[in-house]
């Protein structure tokens, strides 16, 4: 869940970076972490709608991600 908690608060895109030169950032990656709020936290259905979203890009993006089959 994002939100309110420094640690939820993912590190600026230049020191991920340093920290791991050898992982490819997607594009538009900002700098800053947009999603965090200092005066927000997500709620589960929140997180919920957010994780669902991400899932269906990369299977939508990616069919052979997939290795399973809908029933």
Do not use: Y
Not at 1 to 13: A, L, Y
């Amino acid at each position: 869940m994002n939100g309110v908690h420094t640690c939820d608060k993912r590190s600026p895109r230049s020191d991920i970076i340093k920290m791991f030169p050898e992982f490819n950032i997607e594009q538009g990656f900002t700098e800053a972490d947009e999603m965090w709020r200092s005066d927000h936290r997500e709620t589960e259905h929140e997180l919920t709608v957010r994780l669902r979203e991400a899932l269906d890009e990369v299977f939508r993006d990616d069919p052979a991600n997939c290795t399973w089959k809908a029933a």
